[in-house]
């Protein structure tokens, strides 16, 4: 099957890498094309108050003492670099607020913002670099695996016009940098188990297996998941050599275990602030079903080759009724189906070594973040890679040695839909300012409360609370005019409103603040935003 893959079809090839070089080309466009028109989401806008170097509770210590700082203040001093922090307080800042996010990318991300500035273009530009190295990872990859340029191609195809790689190409988080690292380790312990195996030894042997120890530092020190991904591994070399304590075993446990050490300072932070990671990242404790378990496993599966729904459906035609949710029912399970039959056809072409590669990086974590109830797109990316490997294999196979035509044909129309899908989705979340990725109850809102409150000549937006609050106003800050001012305080009865204000908002208030101001103080309160809850009222004496 893989001297077919290397000699057949060279018309077949050229033409498909035409393909292929236009639809990189559209891939670099979606990932640098309006990098600053979405929202920058409460996690990025935490991102950059990482990259200052200030944390959330000298925010709160500092700024929420009852009196009116401008939203151009908060952004200058919290979200760009200051020459009072430096990279200590950087990795200080999460260490104590944030373990459960090791380092790696904030520092990159601090590098590069002292290099190209603080803006939202410019933050995001990190991640849209990175994601570049993410078409020569899994060519590497694929070639390491299946022995074929051909399915390299092809997977490079895939990935660079998925909605899903697009979309956190333009997110100012760790997601593409985790996402190349999974790759390159996956394609560095295969080049090493080659070696390794083979008859005549390589002086460079130990060098890679050295590199394959980097690999693990580097991947913890980029993202947790990480450790699912090093499961992955071991389970596999494990099997591919029957239980056997071979040299094989030896070496990746030496490898592993090395890389591993190399990130034991983190884990004593972790260990340290076990509190702390459990307050933030804490799983619902709660029975649910087993197809409530997986139906977000589904979605995701789904929207990674087509998502044109804002919130996070699968296709949006704008209205429901039968024939659109008939659309969506053959779709998705269009797709289900193609990816089932892709694993199916993985298996029973091509030899265990690879096939259980890819079904154990799509096994360890979607078993493992369904027992944790940890669902969620940015944690299944191990999950993802595998499911958009078999795809590939599955298309190159077909395309490129049936040797039926009129199947090879169909095929070839199977692909091109799956790519159209692919740089649909991608051109309609595009233009929007508000995506599924950014539509966590601290943001999705913030668009429509800005347009509110810049209408005023000279507003105050009063808040009050703790740490929790400070990624929200962070966010809405960017949608803001200069002219805007918040009052920030941690208790309500500190609140005085001053003079000097066209308009008095309330942003999230609370029953207790409301209590202080309507009852207390005898303000006019009225609501006049309330999508469900009500986020933004109106102050009146």
Known sequence: MNNKLSQNGWLTRISLIVLIFALLITGIFFRFTNLDRKVYSYDESITSLRISGYTWTEMVQQDFQGQPVSASYLLAKYQHINTEKSLFHTVKGLATEEPQLPPLYFILARFWAQLFGPTVGAVRSLSAGISLLVFPSVYWLCWELFQSTSVGWMAVAIMAVSPFHVLYAQEARPYMLFTVIVLLSSAILLRAIALTASPVSSKFTPVVWCFYALSITFGLYTNLLFSLVAIAHTVYIIIIDKLRFSKKIIVFLVSATAGTLCFAPWILVLVFNAIQVDKTVGFPHISLSFLSLIKPLIIITCRVFIDTHWAGGIIDFGLRNRLTDLIRIITAGWLL????????????????????????????????????????????????????????????????????????????????????????????????????????????YNPAIAKIVNQSQKPLIVSHGGNNITGKILSLSYLLEPQVHFLLVVQPNLVKIPEGFSDVF????TESLLFELEKVQNYHIQPIYKPGDVWLWHLEK
């Open 506 to 509: 309330l942003y999230r208030a």
């Open 337 to 444: 189906l193609t990816i089932a039959y892709s694993i199916y056809w993985l298996c029973r072409s091509t030899h265990q070594r690879v096939w259980l590669f890819v079904l154990t990086a799509i096994g360890i974590t979607a078993i493992v973040l369904i027992a944790v109830r940890g669902i969620a797109d940015r944690y299944t990316i191990a999950y993802i890679l595998g499911i958009q490997l078999a795809t590939a294999y599955l298309f190159a196979t077909k395309i490129l040695v049936s040797a039926n035509n009129r199947k090879k044909k169909l095929w070839e129309l199977g692909f091109i839909a799956l790519i159209s899908m692919q740089i649909i989705s991608c051109t309609v979340s595009s233009q929007s300012q508000l995506w599924w990725n950014k539509y966590p109850s601290s943001t999705k």
